[in-house]
């Protein structure tokens, strides 16, 4: 599931990405996994220079924005199994260590970011939506590339998910509400019918239509590139007037928040006492954000300014995690130095 949520590697893999050798299949989904990543950056660049120079041939569909949303995350849904919610169970300390890590770093970074940065109003509350939104679609996709524990990025995305419900908007309006006013509750409602219900027809359907779901497990990385790229371009569409104006300060902005979740994500995983692989799960689940809803709830709740935060921030989160699976890719691991 790219970008909105469980990414290119589909979770049924995700127990077997760390072992070795890889099969031929996984080979394969490896490669598409890095083409994946290398080529949605680029989409959603081109994206968003097309909802700029073209806003209003973009503009109009904003009403479709939630609809879109519903798409990625039922694709997010069709890559879930069984065995994803087992690892919860096995491995709760380190579950439950990425979520709270998740949810307290984010929203805090991005409410300390926008104060020290002193965003307007808009600007400020749509960095701290996209702090207090659920793990993104690329993590998963970045940790496997890593040479990270997929298993335990699946199970944080998952779960950090399915409680956005509920977590995200109490977080926003505790830390955005003296910004701009809150609908909560309206919020719960939207996350609900743009997350929570898609994410379970998913998975329902590939409980039930699995030869059918396996044979398109494969094109739904570049179906959620897709999608997540045109909803960055309604997104700048609808801000157009304003971004040479603000674009600079956003960009500085959401490239700290960036920088200090996935540092601060790894720093979790080591003062929790992780092993190597978990750190480089938890760095990329907690740095790497669901702008897809966080722009979603933006446009529907507040101004298309709000959006902009989401939109860099999904072009940004995927360039910078693609880098630093890089690098850390290129680091053996304390059992392979021993080796």
Not at 39 to 63: E, S
Not at 129 to 137: D, E, H, R, W
Not at 280 to 305: I, W, Y
Request: hydrophobic content about 60%; proline content about 7%; overall charge positive.
């Amino acid at each position: 599931m790219l970008e909105a949520t469980k990414d290119p590697v589909p979770a049924s893999s995700a127990t077997e990405a760390g072992a070795a050798p890889l099969n031929p299949a996984l080979a394969a989904e490896a490669r598409i996994a890095r083409v994946a990543v290398t080529v949605f950056p680029l989409l959603v660049l081109a994206a968003g220079v097309a909802g700029f120079l073209l806003p209003g041939a973009f503009k109009p569909l904003g009403p479709a924005v939630p609809y879109l949303l519903g798409i990625i995350m039922f694709c997010m849904g069709l890559t879930l199994t069984p065995p994803d919610f087992a690892a919860v169970a096995r491995r709760p300390w380190a579950v439950v260590l990425g979520i709270v890590a998740h949810y307290v770093i984010m929203p805090g970074a991005g409410w300390a970011i926008a104060t020290l940065l002193h965003l307007e109003p808009a600007l400020a509350v749509g960095l701290i939506l996209v702090g207090c939104a659920p793990s993104g679609t690329a993590s998963n996709v970045m940790a496997f590339l890593a040479k990270g524990d997929v298993a335990l990025s699946v199970a944080v995305a998952s779960v950090s998910t399915l409680i956005a419900p509920v977590v995200t908007p109490l977080l926003v309006l505790f830390l955005a509400g003296s910004f701009l006013t809150i609908d909560a509750g309206g919020m719960v409602l939207d996350i609900v019918k743009t997350v929570l219900l898609p994410v379970i027809a998913g998975l329902l359907a590939r409980l039930f239509l699995k030869k059918l779901v396996a044979k398109a497990l494969p094109a739904l990385p570049w179906a959620s590139a897709v999608v997540i790229s045109l909803i960055v371009a309604v997104v700048v569409a609808g801000s157009a007037s304003k971004i040479l104006a603000a674009g600079g300060i956003v960009f500085l902005a959401v490239v700290l928040h960036n920088g200090f979740g996935l540092g601060l994500g790894y720093l979790a995983g080591k003062l929790g006492r992780l092993d190597a692989k978990a750190r480089r799960a938890l760095a990329f689940e907690v740095g790497m954000q669901n702008s897809g809803l966080a722009a979603t709830l933006a446009t529907a709740h507040f101004t298309p300014l709000a959006a902009l935060p989401s939109a860099v921030f999904s072009l940004w989160h995927n360039i910078s995690g693609a880098i630093v699976a890089a690098w850390l890719a290129r680091k053996p691991l304390p059992e392979q130095r021993e080796a």
